[in-house]
């Protein structure tokens, strides 16, 4: 299995300013992926970091808002912009190791809670 | 778009006892995922499902399955305090069998263990 940091692990933030988020694999993977989870709720697929090009959002979701950046095959960025308070959330990122098909293992960092006041 | 419903939504079990968390959907399952979450955070993978029928375990935890792929179960056997948390079922955004990674998850089981 891979092994995922994500840093920072929390931060308290004020309104209007922007967080950015560090996902780093101990190996090459696949996919990247990251997630958001609000207070008492499951979670919900921001976007794909695709390596080397525009990460791709889900419906609700847009660039401006939360950029990502993903430079090679063990890291990744999500930035959360002119937060508000809707914001606080605990941002997750996920990998997929291995290619040659979609149903394989995806393994979750510990995750970063944001707390925006 | 894939939706899951999982039951129940929380539960509260003497230590040593069995319990089943249920995983259903309108639409067939494809790539089910199993994770348990600590409250506040990052997701464990248990274990994947890809096939009608299909059961795996992992120490006592099992999980199956059903043949229409519809619906997954996971049992604990003789729960420990260990094995609170939230268990959370996720499966293929897409639903549509023709493969992605992106994963849609249900609002998950809280499981609470009195020694």
């Known amino acids: 299995s891979a092994v995922i940091s994500q840093k920072p692990s929390r931060d308290i933030c004020q309104r209007g300013t922007s967080l950015t988020i560090q996902c780093q694999v101990d190996?090459?993977?696949?996919?990247m992926f990251w997630y958001r989870q609000q207070p008492g709720q499951s979670l919900t697929l921001i976007a794909t970091?695709?390596?080397?090009?525009?990460?791709?959002?889900e419906s609700g979701f847009v660039i401006d808002k939360f950029p990502i950046s993903r430079p090679n095959l063990t890291f990744s960025t999500l930035t959360v912009s002119n937060m508000s308070p809707e914001d606080s959330s605990i941002y997750l990122c996920?990998?997929?190791?291995?290619?040659?098909?979609?149903?394989?293992?995806?393994?979750f960092g510990p995750g970063t809670r944001l707390t925006v006041l | 778009s894939q939706e899951l419903e999982q039951s129940p939504q929380s539960l509260i079990v003497q230590e040593g006892k069995n319990l089943t968390i249920n995983c259903t959907s309108s639409?067939?399952?494809?790539?089910l995922y199993w994770y348990k979450q600590k409250y506040g955070e990052g997701l464990i993978f248990l274990m994947m499902?890809?096939?009608?029928?299909e059961e795996k375990s992992h120490e006592k935890i099992t999980a199956k399955l059903d043949e229409k792929k519809q619906q997954s179960s996971l049992h604990i056997t003789a729960s420990q305090p260990s094995h609170a948390g939230i268990y959370l079922c996720?499966?293929?955004?897409?639903?549509?069998?023709?493969?992605?990674?992106?994963?849609?998850f249900g609002k998950g089981t809280k499981l609470s263990v009195i020694p």
């Open positions: 190996s090459q993977v696949t996919m």
């Open positions: 996920s990998v997929t190791p291995a290619a040659g098909g979609p149903y394989n293992e995806q393994f």
């Open positions: 639409k067939t399952l494809y790539g």
């Open positions: 996720g499966a293929d955004a897409a639903g549509s069998g023709a493969g992605s990674y992106q994963l849609t």
């Open positions: 499902l890809q096939k009608g029928g």
């Open positions: 970091a695709n390596q080397g090009s525009e990460a791709t959002y």
